[in-house]
T-cell receptor, first 116, second 114 residues
Framework: EAGVAQSPRYKIIEKRQSVAFWCNPI?????LYWYQQILGQGPKLLIQ????????DSQLPKDRFSAERLKGVDSTLKIQPAKLEDSAVYLC??????????????FGNGTRLTVT | AQKITQTQPGMFVQEKEAVTLDCTYD???????LFWYKQPSSGEMIFLIY??????QNATEGRYSLNFQKARKSANLVISASQLGDSAMYFC???????????FGSGTQLTVLP
């Protein structure tokens, strides 16, 4: 089966600019996640969707970050305006369902964002 | 709230030897799952192994096994017969029935020496 697709692979922007990331989950996976991974740290959840509804966005900095999941499939994550501390790898993941603790997350290759 | 602690920032192991990566967790839920992921320098997160809180047997997947000690709240990953390709960052993570999200530790950088 095809894995989680993310684009772009790399992005360099200046602070105060905007940027968008795209994710296409594994076919049939109801749950989609966006994680932020700062260099040297573990991934931190930003937002979690079940189909096209938001399950958890408690750690999303909503003054600058936004995300949507169109028709319960693809998702975009946007940052506007970007800050230096947003430099990180943004990982998209999907799983079959959110309601089973044994359902592993499958990750994409990530987008490495550098804000200068 | 869930918390994962990985106390080994870096580990070295000789090729063909076994290595144990430590992980302790903290959750108040009775039903939870524990996961290990591998992240090579290329960046992708690769799922390795899963252990459920009600599983009586320790999980095994090829050269990977999980040493699950429920009373001590530990879920250590054991890699047998290390290979050079095992050099990577390893993350322990947990997921509980109430929290739903996967919470990660800070990771352990494993280096396999020839």
């Amino acid at each position: 089966e095809a894995g989680v697709a993310q684009s772009p692979r790399y992005k360099i922007i200046e602070k105060r600019q905007s940027v968008a990331f795209w994710c296409n989950p594994i076919s049939g996976h109801a749950t989609l996640y966006w994680y932020q991974q700062i260099l040297g740290q573990g991934p931190k959840l930003l937002i979690q969707f079940q189909n096209n509804g938001v399950v958890d966005d408690s750690q999303l900095p909503k003054d600058r970050f936004s995300a949507e999941r169109l028709k319960g499939v693809d998702s975009t994550l946007k940052i506007q305006p970007a800050k230096l501390e947003d430099s990180a790898v943004y990982l998209c993941a999907s799983s079959l369902t959110v309601d089973r603790v044994n359902s592993p997350l499958h990750f994409g290759n990530g987008t490495r964002l550098t804000v200068t | 709230a869930q918390k994962i602690t990985q106390t080994q920032p870096g580990m070295f192991v000789q090729e063909k030897e076994a290595v144990t990566l430590d992980c302790t967790y903290d959750t108040s839920d009775q039903s939870y799952g524990l996961f290990w992921y591998k992240q090579p320098s290329s960046g992708e997160m690769i799922f390795l192994i899963y252990q459920g809180s009600y599983d009586e047997q320790n999980a095994t997947e090829g050269r990977y096994s999980l040493n699950f000690q429920k009373a001590r709240k530990s879920a250590n990953l054991v890699i047998s017969a290390s290979q050079l390709g095992d050099s990577a960052m390893y993350f322990c993570a947990s997921r509980s029935g109430s929290a739903r999200q996967l919470t990660f530790g800070s990771g352990t950088q494993l280096t396999v020496l020839p």
